[in-house]
């Protein structure tokens, strides 16, 4: 059985919907297919994965009529300090401090849960999207036509082009011939949410230590989001602690700015690595996010980056329909490719020697390191280019969706 579609997206997770929903809402003809049961991350008990939305970022979400309703749900980031990290003592000097104040956007960004923005995705998709969980793609045939994209219950969709949304291991890519280059960081990132009785006062904390960043994501309420990078042989024996154990490992490295501590749902812990392809684009196929860049969570814009190439793809897709183009042509995929892949590894690798610099106790490094960053701070404009960049809004040329207007 075949099904015709314009575009259809492998991976559901986040950029896969709400890409479909860009291009569904300017009458193109969308199938999202997702391997995993659409359910099992739509429930209603929090487990403390959440993302830090830039301001680019929530202005994609309004542009779809999606943030009116994620709004209450979120916390703002109205301040952002960066220190070097004192294994067991918390917070050392202050290096850096960005205040929303200095920018005319407001905060610098807003942590959401992912049971919020997924549940919205799905329920946006409904009667918008053909949507196909718990199937995988497992082939696809490009021709000069269009592309067959073979599905793991036996069917087949038709469509003019395949978007791989599908991760770093992505299925899409390696089937295009799409190669990578990369490196392990040797290291693995442990999340948990951790409830506190003081208050956080909307600030996001970055601590660098030499065996990994420690960032400390405030949430609605008393509660903050961890994502604590250590070397893996560290990670592996904290992992395996029971959570009474765990909070006693990570109470001195937080410190006590947020006094008492205590788990506020499940642990998690995955391997950092980056993962960069070598195209965006292939004979009728394009990747977005992480099957495009797996880049370290140090500055948290790995969903960012992600909806940045939604909103230069989605353009590129929509404004070549309006013309009358074929929209898996190679000239199409070739402006997508040429808006993204440049800013998308210039931040991955500025990123990565962020991680290098602050990942070492070399006196020398550690000298050069603190004039670099004390520089900025003193700065005001160096400051504020900082800040807007880390919100989505230096981005050159703009897509409408990260402007907030619509396609």
Excluded at 155 to 183: F, K, N, Y
Excluded at 223 to 238: D, K, L, Y
Excluded at 276 to 300: E, S, T, W
Aim: aromatic fraction near 6%; avoid cysteine; proline fraction near 6%.
């Amino acid at each position: 059985m075949s099904q015709d579609f314009d575009v259809v997206i492998a991976g559901g997770g986040l950029n896969g919907p709400v890409l479909a929903l860009a291009l569904a809402g300017a009458g193109l003809r969308i199938a999202v297919v997702d391997p995993r049961p659409a359910e099992a991350r739509a429930e209603d008990g929090f487990d403390g994965r959440a993302y830090a939305l830039a301001v680019a970022s929530t202005r994609l979400l309004a542009a779809l009529d999606l943030w009116p309703g994620l709004a209450p749900k979120a916390q703002p980031i109205r301040q952002v300090k960066a220190s070097q990290g004192q294994p067991g003592e918390g917070a050392g000097p202050l290096f850096l401090h960005f205040d929303s104040a200095e920018i005319e956007e407001g905060p610098v960004g807003h942590m959401l849960e992912d049971r919020f923005l997924y549940r919205a995705l799905l329920a946006a998709m409904e009667g918008a999207v053909t949507h196909l969980p718990g199937i995988a793609v497992t082939g696809q045939v490009p021709d000069e036509a269009g592309i067959d994209v073979h599905l793991s219950d036996g069917r087949s969709l038709r469509a003019a082009l395949l978007v791989g949304a599908d991760g770093r291991g992505s299925g899409v890519a390696r089937r295009a011939g799409i190669t990578r280059q990369g490196w392990d960081y040797g290291q693995t990132a442990l999340v948990a949410a951790i409830d506190h009785t003081l208050p956080h006062e909307a600030t996001a904390h970055q601590y660098f230590m030499a065996t990994g960043p420690l960032a400390i994501l405030p949430l609605p309420g008393n509660r903050s989001s961890i994502v604590w990078s250590e070397t893996r042989a560290n990670a592996a024996a904290i992992a395996a602690l029971p959570d009474a154990d765990f909070l006693r490992v990570l109470r001195p490295r937080i410190g006590d700015f947020l006094g008492d501590l205590s788990l506020a749902g499940p642990r998690f812990s995955y391997p950092l690595s980056l993962s960069l392809a070598d195209r965006y684009a292939a004979p009728r196929v394009a990747l977005v996010g992480d099957a495009a860049h797996g880049v370290h969570p140090i500055a948290g814009q790995g969903l960012n980056l992600g909806l940045r190439d939604v909103a230069a793809l989605a353009e590129a897709v929509v404004e070549a329909s309006r013309r009358g183009e074929d929209i898996g042509t190679s000239l199409v995929l070739e402006r997508y490719q040429g808006w993204r892949r440049f800013d998308a590894t210039a931040l991955a690798l500025g990123m990565d020697g962020v991680n290098r610099l602050f990942g070492t106790d070399n006196p020398l490094v550690a000298g050069l390191r603190g004039l670099g960053m004390g520089l900025v701070s003193a700065v005001p404009a160096l400051r504020r280019g900082f800040m807007r960049q880390a919100a989505g809004l230096a981005v050159q040329p703009m897509p409408r969706l990260l402007a907030g207007q619509p396609l």
